[in-house]
């Protein structure tokens, strides 16, 4: 029952701030249980946000940014070609595999990946863009290297900015990785993954604050004021800047200094994801199904991933039946 919730109502600090106006409706839904606030996302990323290297684009002679799956496999091998040792530069820890997965679907069929994903659905769960999804990430690991194990994404940084990495599927929390390990924007472009139908898919990722009820009067108190920080424009413009994120609201300001071309592109995707229907919630980070489903959705995954005599057909039906199982 939601009077037994021992969370704060933030319904009213929500509607006086006009916030939920400016929040994409999938997150949105996502921080209001039951119908009511309790949670408000500071900063959002897109997992599937696509990062080359603009040396492995030299080698490859290539200037246009990949648009849909048939341009990035397009890429990835001018890149092979043109002496780029492994064209995808991925980690290889258990939400690294899961981004691959869930670029892939979204990328594909964003209405797939909301029916399959999100809401479980058994056919959708069995259709033919889950196979789909599967044979575009054996395509993905077929270009990385082999021995990356179980290193995070991080560990190949320096090889994706020197060339001998070409492209990279991760968060935009991976700019700010970049820019505080001394690279420079001119190593690298941001821009949306993916997206078979041309427009851009967003996978939302988003760090947020629960609001835990207090009796104390100062804490109390304090949670509004923090409520209201959290949703005010110049806080979130402040921590986006730092972290490589763009704000949840989507009525911010990025033209301005302080933010790159890159959270430029990925707050125009969100806007674009949003008005098309095409922002959908990351699997790989929790949110689009709860801890117990998701890790053994990415067991699938992962074992996908390290072992290539897995046939699409046969994930498909193991992905199925991990849903099932884990009901």
Not at 178 to 205: M, W
Request: charged share 25%; hydrophobic share 45%; proline share 5%.
């Amino acid at each position: 029952m939601v009077e037994d919730c021992p969370t704060v109502d933030l319904d009213a600090v929500v509607a006086a701030a006009g916030y939920e106006k400016v929040v994409a409706p999938d997150l949105a839904k996502l921080h209001k249980p039951e119908g009511r606030w309790i949670a408000l996302p500071l900063q959002i990323y897109s997992t599937n946000m696509l990062f080359l290297s603009k040396r492995a684009m030299d080698k490859a002679k290539a200037d246009k940014i990949p648009v849909t799956w048939a341009d990035f496999n397009d890429l990835a091998e001018k890149m092979k070609a043109g002496g780029v040792t492994f064209p995808v530069a991925n980690g290889g820890t258990r939400a690294d595999d899961g981004q691959k997965f869930e670029a892939s679907l979204a990328g594909i069929s964003p209405i797939a990946y909301r029916a399959a994903i999100m809401n479980l659905d058994k056919k959708a769960l069995e259709g033919p863009e889950i196979k789909a999804a599967f044979e575009q990430m054996r395509k993905i690991t077929n270009w990385m290297d082999p021995n990356v194990g179980a290193q995070p994404y991080a560990t190949n940084l320096k090889r994706f900015v020197d060339g001998d990495m070409g492209m990279m599927i991760m968060g935009g929390w991976a700019q700010g990785v970049l820019r505080n390990a001394g690279f420079k924007f001119d190593d690298f472009v941001i821009a949306p993954g993916p997206s078979d139908n041309g427009k851009p898919v967003f996978l939302l990722n988003a760090d947020a604050f629960i609001f835990w009820q207090r009796k104390e009067p100062d804490l109390q108190a304090g949670q509004a004021l923090m409520a209201q920080l959290v949703m005010d424009p110049a806080i979130q413009t402040m921590y986006s800047q730092i972290t490589g994120s763009i704000p949840v609201r989507t009525d911010v300001d990025l033209s301005g200094e302080g933010w790159s071309d890159g959270q430029r592109r990925t707050a125009a995707a969100l806007k674009d994801a949003v008005a098309n229907n095409q922002a959908v919630l990351s699997l790989a980070h929790n949110m689009a199904q709860e801890n117990g489903l998701t890790a053994a959705m990415i067991d699938v995954f992962t074992e996908y991933v390290k072992n290539k005599t897995i046939t699409p057909d046969q994930a498909v039906t193991r992905l199925a039946e991990a849903v099932e199982g884990s009901r």
